[in-house]
């Protein structure tokens, strides 16, 4: 089972701060047990909304494009894990363990072929 976890942004992330070194190592040592686990298939922290854009979709195939940044940052995702588990318990375990101290994280189920068949 996929799942995605995704990092939700803050008033800081939005401001573009950067995490402080220690972060960043604490990040990084987690991120090296996703892998070592063999359960990472991907993750990545994001770059504030100031730096993105949306495309509404409307009638007849017509687009917009909003330029950032957005309102609401508890709305927003700062970054996220993909990872591959054996079961929910397992994604919930994973996520217990991200070294945050504050903020909040959404674990997602991934969509997989078989669900469609």
Same mark, same amino acid.
């Not at 960043?24 to 359960?39: C, I, T, Y």
């Not at 687009?63 to 994604?91: C, H, M, N």
């Given at each position: 089972?996929?799942?995605?976890?995704?990092?939700?942004?803050? #008033?800081?992330? !939005?401001?573009? $701060? @950067? #995490?402080? /070194? !220690? %972060?960043?190592?604490?990040?990084?040592?987690?991120?090296?047990? *996703?892998?070592?686990?063999? @359960?990472? *298939?991907?993750?990545?922290?994001?770059?504030?909304?100031? =730096?993105?854009?949306?495309?509404?979709?409307? /009638?007849?195939?017509?687009?917009? @494009? @909003?330029?950032? #940044?957005? $309102?609401? $940052?508890?709305? *927003? &995702?700062?970054?996220?894990?993909?990872?591959? &588990?054996?079961?929910? %318990?397992? +994604? &919930? %375990?994973?996520?217990?363990?991200? #070294?945050?101290? =504050?903020?909040?994280?959404?674990?997602?189920?991934?969509? !997989? !072929?078989?669900?469609? +068949?």
């Amino acid at each position: 089972m996929r799942y995605m976890m995704i990092v939700k942004s803050s #008033p800081e992330a !939005e401001s573009g $701060a @950067v #995490p402080s /070194p !220690e %972060e960043l190592a604490e990040m990084g040592k987690f991120n090296e047990e *996703l892998v070592k686990a063999g @359960v990472m *298939l991907d993750g990545n922290g994001l770059r504030d909304s100031s =730096e993105g854009f949306r495309v509404h979709y409307g /009638p007849g195939g017509r687009t917009t @494009v @909003v330029d950032g #940044p957005f $309102a609401e $940052a508890k709305e *927003l &995702v700062a970054g996220y894990w993909i990872i591959q &588990v054996s079961s929910r %318990e397992e +994604a &919930v %375990e994973w996520a217990r363990r991200i #070294p945050f101290q =504050e903020g909040e994280v959404e674990v997602r189920k991934v969509f !997989e !072929e078989e669900d469609f +068949a």
